[in-house]
């Protein structure tokens, strides 16, 4: 059974098509703001036609959805299905509540924000679910599978099309708000992708390598790595200790290292997933790199 179906993740997906429906039509569609992907392409269709929005969303879905399946295969038409099926009925569904469909605000900036936001936690949660929001995300890939074309920049490129698209009868102040919303949401949507996973690296180098490398190991509960090094002007040769921390661990590690060796240096990173014992493994089910 594909991992797109587990009942957590087929959540996560109902989750974030909602989130993304709701945002879009509290703070979008009355505020008249661009957008990009399948959301801006049904604004100018809708523009210049009487066809509703959802309506377009949800035919226009399908079709990519039938060109994914059969250009990309079955396996990934599965992570879409959901997606390509559930977004447009939420969006008719908030559509159809005076309430919402009228919006909370009429500051465009608010709503540029609010919508960001909307838009990037959707994208972000079902993206972690390990699917696809189906739409204007399979175009790109199926041209990435005939022509080799980067993904990355097809999407961008779409997108831009899109705003363009929206430009031709949008006022000068909605050009500017919709460039902010994607902004919003590009943002947002980045650090929906790391949340929870973002960790943090140090690098020591010391004198007293022995001890710091016990107290990380023992008091910290923390593994660690010995990497051989030498220095760039005494060319003296030793250890220097790489671990990964939780990022609340960052000061107590910063004590504990100052206390042993007042003199270590120390190097501290970001880096944004780490996976393994300790992280995504318990701790019982690997050998670790003490």
């Known amino acids: 059974m594909n991992s797109v179906f587990k009942l957590s993740n087929i959540f996560m997906i109902l989750l974030g098509n909602a989130a993304m429906a709701l945002g879009i039509v509290m703070f979008i569609l009355p505020n008249g703001l661009m957008t990009g992907g399948t959301t801006g392409l049904s604004l100018i269709v809708g523009h210049y036609t009487s066809l509703p929005i959802s309506a377009f969303v949800f035919l226009f879905n399908a079709v990519m959805f039938i060109l994914g399946l059969v250009v990309l295969g079955r396996a990934f038409a599965m992570t879409t299905l959901l997606s390509t099926f559930f977004y447009p009925v939420a969006l008719e569904f908030f559509q159809r509540i005076p309430a919402v469909a009228e919006g909370i605000t009429g500051d465009r900036l608010l709503s540029s924000l609010f919508g960001g936001l909307f838009i990037g936690f959707a994208l972000g949660i079902v993206i972690r679910a390990g699917a696809s929001t189906g739409g204007m995300d399979i175009p790109p890939l199926i041209l990435n599978k005939k022509l080799g074309l980067p993904v ?139």
């Open 152 to 290: 990355s920049g097809l999407l961008y490129a779409f997108d831009i099309v899109i705003l363009i698209g929206q430009m031709l009868f949008s006022d000068k102040e909605a050009i500017l708000y919709g460039i902010l919303l994607v902004m919003t949401y590009t943002i947002v949507l980045d650090k929906v992708l790391v949340f929870g996973r973002a960790q943090t690296q140090v690098k020591i180098i010391s004198d007293r390598v022995e001890e710091i490398n016990t107290a990380i190991n023992r008091e910290m509960d923390r593994g660690s790595t010995l990497i051989h090094t030498a220095t760039g002007y005494l060319k003296k040769e030793q250890d220097m200790i790489m671990t990964v921390i939780s990022n609340r661990q960052l000061a107590h590690l910063n004590r504990l290292v100052t206390e042993i060796d007042p003199n270590a240096f120390m190097v501290v990173a970001k880096v944004n997933e780490v996976s393994g014992k300790g992280f995504t493994l318990p701790k019982h089910q690997a050998a670790g790199h003490r």
